[in-house]
């Protein structure tokens, strides 16, 4: 008899295929690449404006259609355009925000219009502002060749501590944050960033204590940047961000490991460039 577990490891495996093949089609060119990191950042900035909504955060739903245009924006201009495309997008949305409230006099607190500029903001850093960072890789000397390793070596660390701990797990990681993840699956995903690290050490090519370290490196951001998901998750009362990806969520629940790794995998290639 076909076990829940089985059951959902099928259309997972199935969405993950798919999603790693389209991934692979855009690194031909850094601007597909970049046109699908924009699209992943509005639909997560889509679905986290949504959660705050329900959970009495006011974020205006424009912050979707501003959100790729920091990435987009980090393409074409580099640093610059990625910390102005920022500013210009916070700046529109407190505006935005500010004149709803006087259109519709609305009188909502200074505490909680201060509070929902926050959130505003943070969508924008947590989201665009940190996957940029994969933009800026990818247009550097070899950038194809590291935003494969990231990624490759992110989606090795969260399949083997997925399999492993899903089947195997016994003993809860962190149960009040989330519920599902297992030491056994932290240590098969200490398995996994080894590998990974070796397959960017053939890509680039580099050391093998770089491949350590940088397994290491993403080890840490994708295990942090999962339970910074199920934190942000359980605080707004809501199992999954969404549910476009069959077997996965939405958006931010797939790429939830990649957002703090683009970041770190940017750092460390300023090691190398």
Do not use: C
């Not at 590291?146 to 089947?167: E, Q």
């Not at 931010?252 to 970041?263: G, Q, T, V």
């Amino acid at each position: 008899m076909e076990s829940a577990k089985t059951r959902t490891l099928g259309p997972r495996l199935l969405v993950g295929s798919g999603l790693g093949a389209l991934f692979l089609l855009t690194l031909l060119h850094p601007l597909a690449f970049t046109v699908l990191v924009a699209v992943a950042s509005g639909f997560a900035a889509a679905e986290i404006s949504v959660a705050m909504r329900f959970a009495g955060w006011h974020v205006p739903r424009l912050v979707a259609l501003l959100a790729p245009g920091i990435v987009i924006s980090t393409y074409f201009l580099g640093a610059e355009g990625q910390w102005l495309g920022l500013l210009f997008s916070i700046f529109l949305l407190i505006a935005w925000r500010i004149g709803t409230l006087i259109v519709t006099f609305n009188k909502q607190s200074l505490k909680q219009t201060l509070r929902d500029f926050g959130g505003t903001a943070f969508v924008l850093v947590y989201l665009p502002l940190l996957l940029s960072f994969s933009i800026q890789l990818v247009t550097e000397p070899l950038g194809v060749q590291w935003v494969l390793g990231l990624v490759l070596s992110v989606a090795i660390i969260d399949t083997f501590g997925y399999l492993i701990g899903r089947f195997f797990g016994k003993t809860k990681l962190s149960p009040e944050i989330s519920p599902k993840k297992t030491w056994e699956g932290l240590v098969a995903s200490f398995v996994g960033a080894f590998v990974g690290g070796q397959i960017l050490v053939l890509l680039i090519p580099a050391s093998f204590l770089f491949g350590l370290l940088f397994g290491a490196a993403i080890l840490l951001s994708s295990v942090l940047g999962d339970l910074s998901e199920s934190l942000i998750k359980r605080d707004l009362n809501v199992k999954d961000m969404g549910n476009v990806l069959p077997g996965h969520g939405g958006v931010l629940d797939r790429i939830d490991s990649l957002i703090p790794s683009s970041f770190v995998a940017y750092l460390m290639s300023q090691l190398v460039f």
